[in-house]
C-alpha cells in the first residue's frame, strides 16, 4: 500500500542553523501539508501546498519557513533559522484530488540545541 | 472556524471491555470528522471519517463512531478491547473547503490492561 514518507527521522541541530525536512508525498496525490506538534501539545497545522504555491498558512508558519516540490517527487519544509521553539515533530500529509482524506508519513523529531 | 475537544486526555480499559473515547467538535459548516491513531514511534493512521452520509461510521479494526449534530459530538467506541489499541487516539475536524487544513484534539491516549 503507498505510503507517506520522511526523511530524516531524527534531525539534532543547533540553534541559527537551517533545516530541511523531506518528505514523498504518495505518488498521485496533489494536495499536500505540513504539520507539527510539540511536546505534550496538539498537532498544529503549518501549511498546505497545491499546484506550486501555498493555499493556506498558519500563521504559525512565518518568514523562517518555507515549501518547495523540488521535483515530481518531494515536498520539503525549510527552517531558515532554528529556534528552540521549533523542536517538534514534524508531519508531512497528502491528499489525493476527490477525496479530503489526508495520510500522514512518521513524522521527522526535530530537536534544537 | 472549527475546534474539537477531546474529554478525556487518558482512558484506562481491561482487555475485552468496551472502548469509549469522547470527541466533542465546533464548526461553521457542515464538518467532516475524523479519527486517527498514533502508535508509539509510528504516524498518524486514518481510523475513520465522517463526511456526511450515515450518521455511524465504521473504521478499520472494530471501531465505529457516532456523528450526533444535535449534541456536536462525535465519540469513538470499540465492543472489546485488544492489547494492540492501546495508542493515542486524535479526534480531528476538516476545515470549510474539501481540501483544507485538519484541526486535532488534544489527544487520547488508551491504555489496555490484561
Known amino acids: 500500500e503507498p505510503e507517506v514518507t520522511q526523511t530524516p527521522s531524527h534531525q539534532v541541530t543547533q540553534m541559527g542553523q537551517e533545516v530541511i525536512l523531506r518528505c514523498v508525498p504518495i505518488?498521485?496525490?496533489?494536495?499536500f501539508y505540513w504539520y507539527r506538534q510539540i511536546l505534550g501539545q496538539k498537532v498544529e497545522f503549518l501549511v498546505s501546498?497545491?499546484?506550486?504555491?501555498?493555499?493556506?498558512k498558519s500563521e504559525i508558519f512565518d518568514d523562517q519557513f518555507s515549501v518547495e516540490r523540488p521535483d515530481g517527487s518531494n515536498f520539503t519544509l525549510k527552517i531558515r533559522s532554528t529556534k528552540l521553539e521549533d523542536s517538534a515533530m514534524y508531519f508531512c500529509?497528502?491528499?489525493?484530488?476527490?477525496?479530503?482524506?489526508?495520510?500522514f508519513g512518521p513524522g521527522t523529531r526535530l530537536t534544537v540545541l | 472556524a472549527q475546534s474539537v475537544t477531546q474529554l478525556d486526555s487518558h482512558v484506562s480499559v481491561s482487555e475485552g471491555t468496551p472502548v469509549l473515547l469522547r470527541c466533542n467538535y465546533s464548526?461553521?459548516?457542515?464538518?467532516?470528522l475524523f479519527w486517527y491513531v498514533q502508535h508509539p514511534n509510528k504516524g498518524l493512521q486514518l481510523l475513520l471519517k465522517?463526511?456526511?452520509?450515515?450518521?455511524l461510521v465504521k473504521g478499520i479494526n472494530g471501531f465505529e463512531a457516532e456523528f450526533k449534530k444535535s449534541e456536536t459530538s462525535f465519540h469513538l467506541t470499540k465492543p472489546s478491547a485488544h492489547m494492540s489499541d492501546a495508542a493515542e487516539y486524535f479526534c480531528?475536524?476538516?476545515?470549510?473547503?474539501?481540501?483544507?487544513?485538519?484541526?486535532f484534539g488534544q489527544g487520547t491516549i488508551l491504555t489496555v490492561h490484561p
Open positions: 480531528v475536524v476538516r476545515g470549510g473547503t474539501s481540501y483544507g487544513k485538519l484541526t
Open positions: 465522517y463526511t456526511s452520509a450515515a450518521t
Open positions: 501546498f497545491y499546484n506550486n504555491e501555498i493555499s493556506e
Open positions: 500529509a497528502s491528499s489525493a484530488a476527490g477525496t479530503d482524506t489526508q495520510y
Open positions: 505518488s498521485n496525490h496533489l494536495y
Open positions: 464548526s461553521s459548516y457542515s464538518p467532516s
